[in-house]
C-alpha cells in the first residue's frame, strides 16, 4: 500500500479495521479500473484525506470506549466516591470514623444511584445496566467493616427498595423491557438472595469476631491477674524474708548486749532487706544512753571511793561533809518546793 499516502493506527483492532476499509476500498477502485480504465491510476488527494480522517476519529472514538466502557454514565461513581474519600482521609485522622462510615456508604450508593438514574433519563436502562444493582453490595460490605453492624440490614432494605424501582417503575430500553417479561423474578430473586445473605453472613462474622475478641480480653484480663497475684505472692515472700532476716539482726544485738558488749549496734545501712529500721534506730538510741549512763554510775562510784579514802584520812572532812549532808536534808524538808527549783535551776 506504498502507493497510497495513508498511515495505520497503532492499536490491534483499530489496525484490521482500517486494513478491511483500504482492502474494500483497493477492490472497488481495481473493479472500477478493470471495467473503465486497463491503465493503472491512483485515487486523488481527497480519498486519502477521507480514509485518513476516518481512521483518526476511529481511533479517537476507541479510546474513550477503552475508558470509560459501553457506559459513560459510571463516571459519575469516579466524581461522586473520590472527593468522598479525600474528605473521610481528613475526617479519619480526626477521629470522625463513624462519619467516614456514613461518607464512604453514601458515596457508593449515592454515585450508583446516579449512574442509575442518569442512564434511565438518557435511553434507558439497558440488560447491561442492571448487574450495577448486584454491586450495590458494596455499601453493605463497608457498613460492616465501619459502621455498627446492624446498620447493615438498613442499607439493605434501601439497596432492595432501590432494585424493584429500577425494575419495576425506572425507564427501560426494548431489549431490557423484553428480558423482564419473562426473566424479572428470576433477577429480583438473586437481587434478594444477595441483599439477604451477604447481611446475614457478615453478621454473624462480626458478631464471631466480637465474640471472640470479648474472649481473647478475658483471657488476657485472666493473664494479667494471675501475673499480679503471682508479683503480690513473690512480693509477700520476699517482705517475709526480710522481716525474718531483720529479727534475726535485732535477737542477734540483744544476744551481744546480754553477754556484755554494750557497744553492739544494729546495722542500719545493710539495704531495703532490713525493714525493722525504725525499731532498730530507737534500739541503738537506747543502747546509746543506756551505755552512757552506765559510765556515768562507774565515775560516780569512782568518785565516791576516791571521797571516801579522803574522809578516812582526814575526820574534820568526815565531820564537815556531814554537818553539811544534814543541813541539806533539814532545808529540804522545810522548803521542799524551793530546794526542788534550786536543784533543777542551771548554774
Not at 506504498?2 to 479495521?17: D, I, T
Not at 423491557?177 to 441483599?195: D, E, P, W
Not at 575526820?315 to 522545810?334: F, I, T, W
Request: glycine share 6%; aromatic share 10%.
Amino acid at each position: 500500500m506504498g502507493s497510497y499516502c495513508l498511515r495505520e493506527p497503532e492499536f490491534s483492532g483499530e489496525k484490521r479495521l482500517f486494513r478491511l476499509v483500504v482492502s474494500t476500498y483497493i477492490a472497488s477502485r481495481s473493479s472500477t479500473r478493470s471495467i473503465f480504465s486497463p491503465a493503472r491510476s491512483y485515487p486523488p488527494r481527497s480519498d486519502c484525506i477521507s480514509l485518513h480522517a476516518l481512521s483518526r476519529n476511529y481511533s479517537c472514538s476507541g479510546r474513550a470506549r477503552r475508558l470509560f466502557g459501553p457506559n459513560k454514565q459510571i463516571a459519575n461513581v469516579i466524581y461522586t466516591l473520590y472527593p468522598i474519600i479525600i474528605i473521610c482521609i481528613f475526617l479519619n485522622r480526626w477521629g470522625f470514623v463513624n462519619l467516614v462510615g456514613i461518607f464512604l456508604t453514601l458515596g457508593l450508593v449515592g454515585g450508583m444511584c446516579l449512574t442509575l438514574f442518569t442512564t434511565a433519563a438518557h435511553g434507558g436502562l439497558s440488560p447491561n445496566d442492571k448487574d450495577i444493582l448486584y454491586l450495590l453490595f458494596f455499601a453493605e460490605l463497608f457498613v460492616a467493616a465501619i459502621l455498627p453492624i446492624n446498620y447493615v440490614f438498613l442499607v439493605a432494605a434501601v439497596n432492595v427498595l432501590l432494585s424493584i424501582y429500577m425494575l419495576t417503575f425506572a425507564h427501560h430500553t426494548p431489549a431490557f423491557s423484553a428480558m423482564l417479561v419473562t426473566g424479572y423474578s428470576s433477577i429480583l430473586f438473586r437481587l434478594l438472595q444477595i441483599h439477604v445473605v451477604v447481611p446475614a453472613v457478615l453478621w454473624i462474622l462480626v458478631n464471631n469476631n466480637k465474640a471472640a475478641i470479648k474472649r481473647a480480653d478475658r483471657a488476657e484480663e485472666l493473664a494479667r491477674l494471675q501475673h499480679h497475684v503471682a508479683e503480690m505472692a513473690g512480693e509477700k515472700v520476699r517482705e517475709k524474708e526480710n522481716l525474718d532476716h531483720s529479727i534475726a539482726v535485732i535477737t542477734q544485738i540483744h544476744a551481744r548486749i546480754a553477754n556484755g558488749d554494750l557497744d553492739a549496734r544494729v546495722p542500719l545501712a545493710t539495704g531495703n532487706t532490713f525493714v525493722l529500721w525504725q525499731i532498730a534506730g530507737q534500739l541503738n538510741n537506747l543502747l546509746g544512753r543506756y551505755q552512757k549512763t552506765r559510765q556515768e554510775l562507774q565515775q560516780r562510784e569512782q568518785l565516791d571511793q576516791v571521797f571516801q579514802r579522803f574522809m578516812e584520812q582526814d575526820p574534820s572532812l568526815r565531820e564537815g561533809v556531814s554537818n553539811e549532808m544534814h543541813r541539806q536534808r533539814s532545808l529540804r524538808q522545810a522548803f521542799p518546793h524551793q530546794t526542788h527549783l534550786s536543784q533543777n535551776t542551771p548554774l
